[in-house]
């Protein structure tokens, strides 16, 4: 039992978007996998990306997987569209530069905004924090809120620069 938040807490549930991203990065559209995608961000964005993901990250760890409380089923529930949309999201941008070349800024986007589904719907699935350290849901939601700012302002940036 002393294992268990180890094993089933939320990042879990990142799992399958991090096993998505791995297998399709390399079919995404030009500017992602060039190198001049980053070039001219400022490093602190960068940065500030980085560290809230492995925040994020970390948070999501701390929250151990649970059953038995109502907000669960609707949290699931979110969960699964956010995976869905995720999904959809990057396979409509690795198919729109085909069709909708001109497309550009909001398909590139989509994948970048639609993680505020699944993670809302992991955020609602938990209701605390492992090991005893104490629980506020303000503590995810912000995080995960910064992370994506920062995410999606390196996007924008980096397609400024790049159209």
């Known amino acids: 039992m002393k294992i268990k938040p180890y094993i089933f807490n939320g990042f879990l549930l990142v799992t399958p978007v991090l096993v ?4 399709l990065t390399r079919f995404l559209p030009w500017p992602f996998n060039s190198k001049e995608f980053s070039a001219d961000i400022p490093n602190l964005f960068l940065y500030a990306e980085l560290l809230f993901r492995a925040l994020l990250f970390l948070t999501i760890f701390l929250m151990p997987l649970k059953t038995g409380f109502k907000k669960q089923v609707a949290g699931w529930c979110i969960y699964a569209t956010g ?5 959809l999201s990057w396979i409509f941008l690795i198919n ?3 069709y909708f070349p001109d497309n550009t800024t909001f398909s590139f986007l989509l994948p970048s905004l ?4 699944w993670i809302a719907g992991i955020i609602m699935v938990t209701d605390n924090f492992s090991f ?12 995960s809120l910064c992370f994506l700012f920062f995410h999606n302002l ?3 940036l980096a397609l400024g620069n790049l159209y």
Not at 83 to 87: A, N, P, V
Not at 114 to 117: A, K, L, Q, R
């Open 132 to 143: 005893g350290l104490p629980y506020n849901r303000i503590v995810p939601i912000l995080v």
């Open 154 to 156: 390196n996007i924008i």
């Open 20 to 23: 998505w991203n791995v297998f």
């Open 114 to 117: 639609t993680p505020v589904v």
């Open 83 to 87: 995976l869905l949309l995720y999904g």
């Open 96 to 98: 729109c530069t085909l």
